[in-house]
């Protein structure tokens, strides 16, 4: 039997803020779309623009991180699984919707570049977080093994 392989990686802006869910079971489910943008050259010779939306969905802890943190705009690097649901609409005809179930999310942008305001956040939260974020260094050799740099993806 062949092996097989389902990854996605993306790097995009927000078309909208996350919207933040809980299943009948407790767990965080965010779900939102980003917008990659490819520029090619036409047959007359023109420079074109294509826009792709991509429908994203993030579980777990990972969903509040998304929910909390993200905005409108903001430019964002993923990667995930494709994953297609079915289900039948009030209609009786059945329905398909093709996410990208994350596994990996960084924040590209800076803080105060996005179109979007920035999300009110308490403080104690915030703080709280902070404390409990591990220290980074600079030295490489502290840096987590599978921590994805910017300088290391290929495009």
Not at 87 to 94: H, S, V, Y
């Amino acid at each position: 039997m062949a092996a097989s392989l389902n990854r996605v990686t993306l790097i995009g802006n927000l078309t909208r803020d996350p919207e933040l869910r809980k299943t009948t079971g407790g767990q965080s489910v965010a779900s939102f779309t980003i917008a990659t943008n490819r520029v090619y050259m036409g047959s007359d010779g023109q420079k074109k623009e294509q826009a792709d939306y991509h429908s994203l969905v993030a579980w777990g802890r990972l969903g509040e991180v998304c929910a909390q943190y993200l905005v409108k705009g903001k430019k964002i690097y993923v990667d995930g699984r494709l994953q297609t649901r079915e289900w039948e609409g009030q209609d009786g005809q059945k329905r398909y919707r093709t996410e990208v179930v994350l596994e990996n999310m960084i924040m590209l942008d800076r803080s105060g570049q996005t179109s979007g305001a920035p999300r009110p956040a308490d403080a104690n939260e915030v703080a709280a977080e902070a404390a409990a974020a591990p220290v980074m260094t600079d030295e490489p050799s502290q840096a987590p093994a599978d921590e994805i740099k910017l300088e290391d993806i290929p495009f």
